[in-house]
T-cell receptor, first 113, second 111 residues
Framework: GAVVSQHPSWVICKSGTSVKIECRSL??????MFWYRQFPKQSLMLMAT?????????EQGVEKDKFLINHASLTLSTLTVTSAHPEDSSFYIC?????????FGNGTRLTVT | GQNIDQPTEMTATEGAIVQINCTYQ??????LFWYQQHAGEAPTFLSY????GLEEKGRFSSFLSRSKGYSYLLLKELQMKDSASYLC????????????FGTGTRLLVSP
C-alpha cells in the first residue's frame, strides 16, 4: 500500500497566485522529507530537504522565498509555490524514508496559466 | 558537483534481457538505488546496493562496483509493461543522506 500520500494530484492556477502541496507519511514518522521537481522527459531534481522543527535546506539555485517549505509535524510537510509563473509548471514529488529506500508520493502536476 | 550518467534511451524486445548502466562521481556515497518510473507517475523502488556485488530480486538484478563508480540494472524476461524510465540514484553520506538522481534511461520494449 501507499507509504507517502501527496495532495493534490494536479492543480491549475493563474500566474501570480500561490499553490500549496501537501505531503504526508502514512503510518510512520518522517523527520526528514525531500521535495523534487521533474520537467518533461527529465530526471528528478532535488529542490530542498524538509526538516521537522527547523528550516528547510535548499539546493543551490532554488529560491527559498518562492518555494516555501513547512514541516509542521512528523507526518506532514508542505510546499507552497508563491507567485507562480508559467515556468514553474512542472511535476512536483515529495518523498520520505521508511527503512532504507525513499518512498515517493504520487506527485503533483502543476500548470500555471 | 554530482555526476550520475545513464544512457538516454534503450530499446529491447519482449522476452529479452537488457542491461542499463549507470556511472557516478559524487561527493559521498552511502548506497545506490534503482527506481522505475512510468510516464506521469511517481518512481517506485526496485533495488538497492551498498556493497559491491550483485543483488537479485526476481526478474531484476542490480550490480555495484564502488571502486569503479559503476552500477547496472539487469532486467530479464522483458515484458511490455517494463517500458518505463529507469532512474539510478546515489544516496550521499551527508547529514540528511539525500538522494541524487541520474539522468534516467527510457526503455522501450517492443513485441
Amino acid at each position: 500500500g501507499a507509504v507517502v500520500s501527496q495532495h493534490p494530484s494536479w492543480v491549475i492556477c493563474k500566474s501570480g497566485t500561490s499553490v500549496k502541496i501537501e505531503c504526508r507519511s502514512l503510518d510512520f514518522q518522517a523527520t526528514t522529507m525531500f521535495w523534487y521537481r521533474q520537467f518533461p522527459k527529465q530526471s528528478l531534481m532535488l529542490m530542498a530537504t524538509s526538516n521537522e522543527g527547523s528550516k528547510a535546506t535548499y539546493e543551490q539555485g532554488v529560491e527559498k522565498d518562492k518555494f516555501l517549505i513547512n514541516h509542521a509535524s512528523l507526518t506532514l510537510s508542505t510546499l507552497t509555490v508563491t507567485s507562480a509563473h508559467p515556468e514553474d509548471s512542472s511535476f512536483y514529488i515529495c518523498s520520505a524514508r521508511r527503512d532504507s529506500p525513499l518512498h515517493f508520493g504520487n506527485g503533483t502536476r502543476l500548470t500555471v496559466t | 558537483g554530482q555526476n550520475i550518467d545513464q544512457p538516454t534511451e534503450m530499446t529491447a524486445t519482449e522476452g529479452a534481457i537488457v542491461q542499463i548502466n549507470c556511472t557516478y562521481q559524487t561527493s559521498g556515497f552511502n548506497g545506490l538505488f534503482w527506481y522505475q518510473q512510468h510516464a506521469g507517475e511517481a518512481p517506485t523502488f526496485l533495488s538497492y546496493n551498498v556493497l559491491d556485488g550483485l543483488e537479485e530480486k526476481g526478474r531484476f538484478s542490480s550490480f555495484l562496483s564502488r571502486s569503479k563508480g559503476y552500477s547496472y540494472l539487469l532486467l530479464k524476461e522483458l515484458q511490455m509493461k517494463d517500458s518505463a524510465s529507469y532512474l539510478c540514484a546515489v544516496r550521499l553520506n551527508t547529514g540528511f543522506q539525500k538522494l541524487v538522481f541520474g539522468t534516467g534511461t527510457r526503455l522501450l520494449v517492443s513485441p
